[in-house]
């Protein structure tokens, strides 16, 4: 059986993939996304191409260094009317990123690419899309200073398997891909590379 590496050290991710019973080892890439993102700005990519360029390059490095691995890359865009939002730096900037999603309705974008010795196998975006309630700045205050830092490790500044789901009126889209790996379509895949059973 082909060894998978999963190129995230993403709890969630690893989670996911545990759940689901499949054999695989972590690795995480060091790619500098900031800086891929740029080179791809002349291009005017939408958020969708940016997740999946993302998911690709951090594959693409792990499988450098890893011979005849089937190497599972996967990233996420958060975007909102055309902003794209990155992993709030402090709780000063989650608090802005909650308050500029109170009351509308944001898209997880969420890229995932299967690399093998150089050669991307498959590449792939599933989008879900989040309908924030109207927040108070009270409320925003009160569910920071409950959840905490952990908000920091999303890209949204909320965890919708945590308290975070009290922010929401309405999720359209699978929870796998709101967790930030496609879990259907990635077992799809790998039973048709037959890299697991099917």
């Keep these: 059986m082909t060894l998978l590496i999963l190129a995230s050290q993403s709890p969630f991710r690893r989670m996911l993939m545990e759940n689901a019973g499949l054999a695989f080892e972590t690795e995480a890439a060091a790619i500098d996304e900031r800086a891929v993102e740029t080179a791809l700005a002349a291009r005017k990519p939408t958020p969708q191409q940016v997740a999946e360029t993302l998911a690709t390059e951090k594959a693409l490095d792990v499988a450098r260094g890893r011979p005849g ?10 975007s909102l009317e055309g902003r794209v939002f990155h992993k709030p730096a402090d709780m000063a900037e989650a608090r802005t990123h909650l308050q500029a ?27 879900a899309h989040l309908t924030m309630r109207p927040l108070s700045d009270a409320f925003i205050d009160r ?3 409950q959840v905490g830092t952990r ?11 945590g308290e975070g789901v009290q922010l929401f009126e309405r ?7 709101i967790l930030g790996l496609p879990l259907l379509p990635l077992l799809a895949k790998l039973r048709d590379l037959g890299a697991i059973d099917a």
């Excluded at 490790?153 to 919708?160: D, I, K, P, R, T």
């Design 143 to 145: 569910h920071l200073a």
């Design 69 to 78: 691995a089937l190497v599972i890359g996967s990233d996420q865009t958060l």
């Design 151 to 161: 908000v920091l490790a999303s890209v949204g500044a909320y965890q919708l398997e």
């Design 101 to 127: 999603m109170s009351g509308r309705t944001h898209s997880l974008n969420c890229g995932i690419a299967l690399v093998q010795d150089g050669a991307t196998l498959w590449s792939h975006v599933s989008i």
């Design 171 to 177: 999720i359209d889209g699978d929870y796998f891909t």
